[in-house]
């Protein structure tokens, strides 16, 4: 469960890597890249990034590497825009929520009973 204070620097990393990847960033391997999720470690060092990409699973993989080989630029950046002791290592993850979301709505939606099947 993290603390108060990690849910703060959690939204600050998030908001800042956000406008980051909007305006600095100019690889187009990354493309349209989404932060979803930080989640830091107790002692704020390390942060793990979640993001999500449009595109195709190749694209996707492409413009995670992209993004990976950024962090230590990403890190800089994000040293200048928050004041924190410590700038956390970060490391970034594909997040793939909404994709297993959509796949668990098709297949309720497949499992849905029809009125028309239920009357049978």
């Known amino acids: 469960m993290p603390t108060r204070r990690q849910r703060r620097v959690n939204a600050v990393i ?9 305006r600095d960033v100019a690889d187009p391997r990354i493309g349209f890249a989404t932060v979803t999720d930080v989640d ?11 993001v999500s990409f449009l595109g195709t699973p190749e694209e996707q993989k492409e413009g995670l590497t992209a993004l990976r080989k ?3 630029y990403l ?8 004041y924190l002791r410590y700038v ?16 668990i709505d098709r297949i ?8 028309e099947q239920e009357e049978e």
């Open 88 to 103: 956390p290592e970060l490391f970034i993850h594909l997040d793939e929520s909404t994709e297993r979301g959509l796949r």
């Open 70 to 72: 950024a962090t230590s």
């Open 108 to 115: 309720l939606d497949d499992l849905a009973i029809s009125p």
């Open 40 to 50: 830091t470690t107790s002692d704020l060092r390390q942060a793990h990034v979640y």
């Open 14 to 22: 998030r908001q800042a890597l956000s406008e980051l990847l909007q």
């Open 75 to 82: 890190r800089r950046q994000l040293a200048d825009m928050v």
